[in-house]
């Protein structure tokens, strides 16, 4: 009797390991499924806003045209300064749901950010000479390259550090300009 009871309970025992890693297994997967749905979710909300925030992005740029474009006879009329108004809070707007202008003009050229139009000149190093429409980052994805011309030049043998130091200086400059609203 003593041998079918512990065989029973060895029979138990082992039928109780199997469900509970039968159980555990079910939990991990319920785990990483969790997981899994809010890594989906975090992934459709950043595209969503990127989706929406794209649809706005010619209407900045078109009043950045206007604004670039306004007559200096207008520049103390009330409308103009309203239109140029908008342009500034759409801007903070977009740097609020973390929308960040690419650097351009004066960087060197980098195809992950800059989209080059055309090129020009002779030399080993592109520099983005004009923005022909801004690119935008989106808590640090680029979202829209910014559209570019590139001129090719060498710099300098001997003042490689002086060079290096125009280019720190523009983007601590587009930085200052980025912190107050300006373009």
């Not at 309970?9 to 555990?24: F, I, R, S, V």
């Not at 009330?78 to 140029?84: R, T, Y």
């Not at 342009?87 to 740097?95: H, Q, V």
């Amino acid at each position: 009797m003593a041998d079918k009871k512990s065989k029973r309970e060895t029979e138990l025992e082992q039928h109780l390991g199997e469900l509970t890693a039968d159980l555990q297994r079910v939990q991990a997967d319920f785990i990483n499924y969790r997981s899994r749905m809010e890594e989906d979710k975090q992934r459709a909300m950043v595209a969503g806003k990127a989706g929406a925030i794209l649809k706005l992005l010619p209407v900045i740029d078109n009043i950045e045209r206007a604004v670039d474009y306004m007559p200096e006879e207008l520049a103390d009329n009330q409308w103009a300064k309203g239109v140029s108004s908008l342009g500034k809070n759409l801007d903070k707007s977009l740097a609020d749901m973390g929308v960040t202008r690419i650097a351009a003009v004066g960087q060197p050229f980098d195809p992950n950010l800059h989209e080059a139009i055309s090129a020009e000149g002779e030399g080993d190093h592109e520099i983005v000479s004009e923005e022909l429409r801004a690119g935008y980052m989106l808590d640090g994805q680029i979202i829209r390259h910014s559209m570019v011309k590139v001129v090719r030049q060498d710099l300098p043998e001997e003042e490689p550090e002086a060079a290096q130091q125009i280019i720190n200086d523009t983007k601590i400059e587009d930085q200052a300009d980025e912190i107050k609203g300006e373009d």
